[in-house]
């Protein structure tokens, strides 16, 4: 999921880039100099990066460094050990949950009380991804 912003005759226009399928889908969000839409292209941005209430969760790192896409297992660990229901609302929201279960399974910093936790949460048994 992205955001794009096309030249096209000298004025700028934005688009939602996401894949669907083997495609790749450009949404039309409007022109670039409309209020709405950048306001929409700022929550796309802020989307990318962790929300302020969550930082305590990584109080080992500088939260605004951490990449959403580059530090996926790292936060997954972190929000299914550590953090709240409003933590994995959000990590839902931002990684698939195949990827949350796989995570889930293979990783050792994530407690068996905690990965027993999830199983039941996400409805899987035991090596069942």
């Known amino acids: 999921m992205a955001i794009l912003i096309k030249k096209i005759s000298g004025k700028e226009y934005a688009y939602h880039a996401y894949r669907q399928g083997g495609k790749v889908v450009h949404?039309?969000?409007?022109?670039?100099?409309?209020?709405?839409v950048m306001q929409k292209?700022?929550?796309?941005?802020?989307?990318?990066?962790?929300p302020d209430n969550f930082f305590s969760?990584?109080?080992?790192?500088?939260?605004?460094?951490?990449?959403?896409?580059k530090n996926a297992r790292y936060i997954i660990e972190r929000v299914l050990e550590m953090g709240g229901m409003d933590?994995?609302?959000?990590l839902q929201r931002i990684y698939a949950t195949r990827?949350?279960?796989?995570?889930?399974?293979?990783?050792?910093?994530?407690?068996e009380r905690s990965k027993n936790f999830w199983r039941i949460w996400f409805g899987y048994k035991k090596y069942a991804y």
């Open 27 to 36: 949404k039309y969000l409007g022109p670039a100099s409309d209020m709405q």
């Open 41 to 50: 292209v700022q929550e796309f941005a802020a989307e990318k990066r962790i």
């Open 57 to 69: 969760l990584f109080w080992d790192a500088e939260p605004s460094g951490i990449g959403i896409k």
């Open 87 to 90: 933590a994995v609302q959000w």
């Open 99 to 111: 990827l949350i279960i796989e995570v889930c399974e293979s990783s050792r910093k994530v407690s």
